[in-house]
């Protein structure tokens, strides 16, 4: 299969571009690879969100947890 490819211009600031530059250094990538990477979740996230689901961002329990208490004082 052939695909065609077509060229973008992005303009971007100072702090997008250092953390586009963060990014692509951290995951060991391009940053053209981070762009289209990015592209595909933002596709995948809307796609699911709008279907109904929801996002939900959990932290991991520290090692030996299994359950967190909490108290709060009155």
Do not use: W
């Not at 250092?18 to 995948?44: F, G, H, N, P, W």
């Amino acid at each position: 299969m052939v695909r065609n490819k077509k060229a973008v211009t992005l303009l971007l600031g100072d702090a997008d571009m250092e953390m586009l530059e963060d990014l692509a250094k951290k995951k060991d990538a391009s940053k053209t690879a981070v762009i289209k990477q990015a592209l595909r979740l933002y596709k995948t996230v809307d796609s699911r969100i709008e279907s109904g689901e929801e996002l939900v961002f959990r932290r991991r329990m520290p090692e030996g947890l299994d359950h967190l208490e909490v108290f709060y004082l009155i």
